[in-house]
């Protein structure tokens, strides 16, 4: 399998496993599919399996609550699957993710305010309207700002409360803060 | 020294001071390559100063940039062959790739280095590139930073970056150190009936295949530890998507097959991260009338350039637009080891070619010195300030009122 | 799709465009407590959400000690009980097949929709909450999806209703209109309801577009405000203001009422405070101690004054 597995951390990394399965030699290894056949086969029943196994707990682990973040959702519509299926996919990770194994899904996925990616915006959509909770990461409408690059709203499932921040990245950091409140504005 | 820290350098009168020979220090030798310190990648130059300033500092090593053609691909093939020539005076292999050109024509045509005794002609008009932006720039000497290095013998040139006449073509003599590898789309059809290609476009899988070839037979992915000195490999795909390459996507806006460019992206990128090469590809955008295609395109890409030329457009005879050329859009820059990227304050950019000088700056609108100065023009001026100020890169262009 | 377009998700669709006039309560409420029957509609969108009016026609419907039954595509039956009393939750049927492990795979909608067929429920004016029908709709065909419903309205014994939850930004407006014609009244949800004194509860009043389309014929609209208590409760709120404050109408922007702001000033205006600023006469306008001395405006210069740069 191409991931690499660390003290609980168990990453698969798209953009290599992709060359092993076009150009490697070996079909199917230990006839276990690859996670990314659905990229010839546009069914993303592997890649589900392969969450599921690496995120069950054997029984000497003694893991809580595990983590699925998905960097990022948009590019599975690129690579063929259909955005039903994208969505049943999410769908059985979060069966076995949050109802069996009490853990939490962060999922990113882009989006533009005109945007004319129809699946994409259905995929999106969807997401707003499963989600507990949606950050929405955009830049101001009022233009480019060297000091405050742009702006994130919070919202809950209920979405009785909205707050916004403002951000502006640096180098290795984020610093957040209250709109108008920036530090080139104090 | 009993208590050596250090076991594995027993036997060399160890201290516990040892210089890692890290992977860095090699790899910062690699010709025609220099560290960013943005991020600490290693850049290429695409051939063209200033649109390496503008991407803040060059081309990093493993990524992709794409440029959207202009209407009729007459700059985005000038940019496409001073990546290429970039190459040949840098010493790296190219690979190039062409569905309409056979490569060796693409290669003959290459424009020639500028030398050092044109280098003074050309002074002047190189200190009228302004870098403000730019990382490493010479803070009180920053009229000179421009100016072309190049020693007397191009093939062993260490700059970073230089000039090219585009009236001359480059003399044969400058390749006979490079390797180049073609890949010409009816020639390889010929050659090869039938490949597997997982579900995609044949000729694209049949490029990618050869570009996958090229990287692990000539050792591009370290995976020949006998190579002592590392090259980068350069490639080089003319005019993607277009019907050459058997797509609908630039004649439909149902194409039959929406997937197989993007999976080809994807695909790339993973080839180009692994190995140490960067790619350019044209695509013909203004041809794509699907927009989620190119949202798609663009989000698999590094590095996004998009050339709009003035030809045949009004924009031609307006005065306003007099000095320059067209237009360019930096539609996106990667964010490389780093949360943040170094992208210029500038969104409003323009481009202007002359024979040895293909410069891109920031659009001034002239200065207004007519003597009628009239109403409407003064209108027209300020609705064209209104089209710049809003030419800004990802914001949502819908409320103006302030955000706080 | 063709030319059809899926309706922005950051702005509530509302039928007709019309902005909303001043509300009055009581239809919802009517609606909620017993009186609705046939099918019913709630479109929402990502930024107003309708899961909390489910919840609350789920509660009501306990209460009159009905029959409910629950089918969850959306959602697992936590985040639907979140929002409900506990009382409420044990005396809820639900049909939550596609959220036990282990799933069927891949998804059998087909059987899905045979077995919610055979489980309507006996028992006087059953309530069948379905979140969601676009989780159908974006499985099936409509015509399918369709039919399906209008079998379990017959199935249903006489009184019982359906109650569906809509997402109408994920699907094109024909399929939108042509699923309302269908029901006896739509629920469509809007942003925050402008208040007469701002409150700081923790759940602010939100605006629906209450449609009815009785089977006697004719059709009424009435916007009205509503809150759904943590409980799961309907609440009506005191009624709004008179005049169409800032604020009226489905909000474009998603709802900020509630928590205090953090900064120390803000932009908006009341209606109260604007009349009073218009009715504030100028300085310019006071008579002032040159009486007397008619103070003309300069007539409007019509030369560029930058003409008379000499370059």
């Given amino acids: 399998m191409m991931f690499s597995s660390l003290e609980g951390l168990v990453f698969l990394e798209g953009l290599k496993s992709c060359l092993d399965l076009l150009f490697g030699e070996q079909e199917e290894q230990l006839g276990q599919p690859s996670p990314l056949q659905f990229i010839s086969t546009s069914d993303l029943k592997a890649l589900f ?100 690059h742009g702006q994130v709203m919070h919202w809950r499932a209920w979405r009785d409360v909205v707050q916004t921040y403002q951000y502006k990245i640096q180098d290795k950091n984020v610093t957040f803060f209250a709109r108008g409140l920036s530090a080139a504005v104090l | 020294m009993a208590a050596a820290a250090g ?386 890169g990802a914001m949502a262009i819908g409320k103006k009122h302030l955000d706080f | 799709m063709g030319s059809d377009v899926i309706a922005p998700r950051m702005r509530a669709a509302s039928e007709g465009g019309a902005k909303m006039a001043a509300p009055r309560s009581g239809l919802l409420q009517a609606l909620v407590e017993g009186g609705a029957s046939g099918l019913v509609l709630v479109r929402d969108s990502a930024a107003c959400e309708g899961r909390s009016l489910l919840r609350a026609f789920a509660t009501a419907a306990v209460k009159r000690s009905e029959p409910v039954l629950v089918v969850l595509l959306d959602v697992p039956r936590e985040s639907f009980e979140a929002g409900l009393s506990p009382d409420v939750k044990q005396r809820l049927q639900y049909q939550d097949r596609l959220w036990t492990p282990p799933l069927p795979c891949p998804m059998d909608v087909g059987g899905l929709l045979g077995a919610l067929g055979g489980r309507g429920s006996p028992g006087p004016s059953p309530t069948l909450l379905l979140d969601s029908l676009s989780w159908l709709l974006l499985r099936m065909r409509p015509p399918h999806v369709g039919g399906a419903i209008a079998g379990l309205l017959r199935g249903g014994t006489e009184g019982g209703r359906v109650v569906a939850l809509l997402h109408e930004d994920l699907h094109p407006p024909s399929l939108v209109r042509a699923l309302g014609a269908m029901a006896t009244a739509q629920l469509v949800l809007g942003g925050p309801a402008p208040m007469a004194t701002p409150l700081s509860q923790a759940t602010p009043p939100r605006l629906v577009r209450v449609l009815t389309r009785p089977r006697r014929g004719g059709g009424t609209q009435k916007d009205e405000a509503f809150t759904v208590h943590p409980n799961g409760t309907l609440g009506v709120p005191p009624p709004l203001l008179a005049t169409e404050g800032e604020g009226g109408g489905p909000s474009p922007t998603p709802p900020s009422g509630g928590a205090p702001s953090p900064i120390t000033f803000r932009l908006r205006l009341s209606g109260a405070e604007r009349a009073a600023r218009a009715a504030v006469t100028p300085p310019y306008e006071h008579r002032s101690s040159m009486q007397g001395v008619p103070i003309d405006p300069d007539p409007p210069e019509d030369e560029d004054p930058d003409e008379d740069l000499d370059v």
Avoid at chain 2, 284 to 302: C, Q, Y
Avoid at chain 2, 351 to 375: M, Y
């Fill in chain 1, 49 to 148: 399996d392969f969450v599921q196994v690496s995120l069950t707990p054997a029984s000497s682990d003694s893991w809580k609550g595990p983590v699925l973040l998905v960097d990022d959702l948009s590019v599975l519509l690129s690579l063929g699957a259909t955005a039903v299926a994208v969505l049943d996919f999410i769908h059985y990770c979060r069966v076995v993710v949050c109802s069996q194994l009490k853990g939490n899904i962060v999922v990113l996925v882009h989006s533009n305010e005109d945007s004319e990616d129809e699946e994409n915006e259905l995929v999106v959509n969807s997401l707003c309207h499963h989600s507990d909770l949606i950050l929405w990461v955009e830049g101001l409408v009022t233009g480019f700002c060297k000091d405050v």
């Fill in chain 2, 7 to 392: 076991g594995t350098a027993q036997g060399r009168g160890a201290t516990s001071f040892q210089r890692k020979a890290a992977d860095g220090s090699r790899l910062a030798t690699v010709v025609g390559t220099r560290p960013s310190v943005r991020h600490g990648q290693l850049l290429l130059s695409s051939g063209l100063p200033s649109l390496d300033c503008v991407l803040g500092g060059g081309i990093a090593v493993g990524t992709l940039l794409l440029i959207e053609e202009d209407k009729y691909a007459l700059y985005s093939n000038l940019l496409f062959k001073y990546f290429l020539a970039e190459g040949v005076v840098c010493g790296h292999d190219l690979f190039v790739a062409s569905a309409k050109e056979h490569p060796d024509n693409i290669l003959k045509e290459l424009p020639a280095p500028l030398l050092d005794e044109q280098r003074n002609e050309l002074g002047e008009e190189a200190t009228a590139v302004k870098s403000e932006d730019f990382q490493d720039s010479m803070k009180i000497a920053w009229r000179y930073q421009n100016l072309p290095k190049i020693e007397a013998s191009p093939t062993t040139s260490t700059k970073f970056g230089h000039y090219y006449d585009i009236s001359k073509t480059m003399s044969p003599e400058l390749f006979q150190s490079i390797k180049w590898h073609s890949f010409y789309l009816p020639e390889e059809l010929s050659l090869q009936p039938t490949v597997k290609t997982c579900n995609m476009n044949s000729a694209y899988g049949r490029l990618l295949l050869s570009i996958q070839r090229v990287i692990y037979q000539e050792g591009f992915d370290g995976s020949d530890p006998q190579k002592k000195q590392k090259n980068i490999l350069r490639i080089g795909i003319q005019n993607l998507g277009s019907l050459l390459w058997g797509d609908d996507i630039c004649c439909s806006d149902t194409p039959e097959d929406i997937h197989s460019l993007t999976k080809f992206l994807y695909v790339l990128r993973g080839l180009l991260r692994k190995s140490l090469s960067a790619c350019i590809i044209t695509i013909p955008a203004h041809l794509i009338e699907n927009k989620a295609i190119m949202e798609r395109v663009t989000n698999l890409s590094d590095t996004v350039v998009g050339l709009e030329s003035f030809i045949g457009s009004e924009r031609e005879t307006n005065p306003l637009y007099k000095d320059y050329h067209g237009l360019v859009h930096v539609r996106q820059i990667p964010r490389l080891n780093s949360l943040i990227c170094d992208v210029s304050d500038t969104k409003d950019l323009a481009f202007r070619l002359k024979r040895k000088l293909f410069t891109i700056e920031r659009l001034h609108l002239p200065p207004d010195l007519s003597d009628t100065v009239s109403r409407t023009s003064k209108q027209e001026l300020a609705g064209s300030a209104k089209l710049l100020s809003s030419g800004c």
